[in-house]
């Protein structure tokens, strides 16, 4: 219906608290060590570029595919919002963003990267936009 915006579960699972902050420490992560080692910049922008390239290809190509698979896709993300919804109440960690929990010891950054590798599994999710 008109005016009525439809989440996706990729869309939910990045807007969760702890999901984007760990998005966002990445991105920071990724920027910096960028600007202090030359060499890793320039093989890394040489990367983003041919990833954008490869990125922009697919989804042109399988855009006839994923036209003709739409009530499936619909079908697989409404099982996967309701799967967040069990996962959200079981977790409720998900709605804070990491800065909240970087004193404990057991939610270090290898526990918010197994957090969201297991996201990852559970909901074969592909892989998160860039943080902005």
Known sequence: AAGVTV???VG???GLPLVNSACE???ASYAATKEIHPAVKAVCEVAETGVRA???AAIIGAQPILDHLEPQLAA???YACRGLDRLEEQLPILQQPTEKHTSNKCLNGTGYLTILAYLHYC???TPLPPCS
Do not use: G
Request: glycine content about 0%; aromatic content about 6%; cysteine-free.
């Open 76 to 78: 697989a993300n409404e």
């Open 7 to 9: 989440l996706t579960a």
């Open 25 to 27: 420490m990445a991105s």
């Open 123 to 125: 909901y074969q999710l």
């Open 12 to 14: 939910r699972v990045a």
């Open 54 to 56: 490869i990125t922009s």
